[in-house]
């Protein structure tokens, strides 16, 4: 589709305002109504959104640390997660083991770009997260690109790789903490920790990121805002 690989170069990025129906029509030499459908298709995907008596706008970047954060144990009346800062302890070239690699459509053994992340709150570790990403995608992709983004992820793809996550599937399950992962959240060898994989699609449900989070327990919960 000429008008998704457009927005996926980056020619409209977040909030801009796209022309008229008629402009794109005489631009890719299609009807209307092919334009039509085009855009009702990717307001579906929640690529594009539309804003009454506006237009056709493209729909803000999903924000990785937005509908997911941390909370107190037991406070159920907070309304606003605790800020997270993000440390950047990697971003290697690795490859893709079987379950990764099938969960992002490719070959075992694909070559990866691997980014690994530390999550402090007030200074305390709370969780340690893996990103993993194809080498074919996210070719150049380095420390100092995340660290100029500021560590938004997301944006990131989209700006530079022309990569736009439009949902996210998660599941989690309790798992004990291994030897390095106690290192680095400063648990006990084997303690009670709470582990949530994630795989980010773009449009037609191509899967582009898997994402792993080991969370500690015992003083911040991991929270999804549906």
């Known amino acids: 589709m000429a008008l998704l690989d457009a927005l996926e170069a980056g020619e409209w990025l977040q909030d801009d305002m796209l022309p008229s129906e008629f402009e794109l029509a005489d631009r890719f030499g299609v009807s209307q109504g092919t334009v039509r459908k085009a855009l009702d298709d990717l307001v579906i995907e929640q690529v ?9 706008f493209v729909a803000r970047y999903p924000d990785e640390w937005q509908r997911v954060g941390f909370v107190l144990q037991g406070d159920f009346a907070v309304r606003d997660f605790e800020p997270v800062q993000l440390e950047l302890l990697s971003c290697a070239r690795a490859n893709a083991s079987e379950s990764v690699a099938a969960a992002l459509q490719l070959r075992r053994g694909a ?19 893996d990103v993993v990403l194809s080498l074919e995608l996210f070719e ?7 660290k100029q983004c500021g560590g938004a992820l997301y944006e990131l793809y989209h700006r530079v790789f022309g990569v736009r996550v439009v949902t996210t599937r998660e599941r989690s399950r309790a798992v004990l903490a291994d030897r390095d992962d106690a ?4 648990v006990e060898h084997a303690a009670p920790l709470l582990e949530v994989v994630r795989v980010a699609y773009a449009s037609a449900d191509k899967p582009v990121e898997w994402r792993k989070v080991i969370c500690r327990n015992d003083v911040y919960s991991y929270t999804n805002r549906l």
């Open 111 to 129: 070559s990866i770009v691997q980014v690994r992340r530390l999550l402090r709150i007030r200074d305390q570790a709370v969780a340690l997260e």
């Open 140 to 146: 150049g992709l380095d420390a100092r690109k995340i």
């Open 183 to 186: 290192r680095l959240l400063d």
């Open 48 to 56: 594009l959104s539309r804003r009454q008596g506006k237009g056709t």
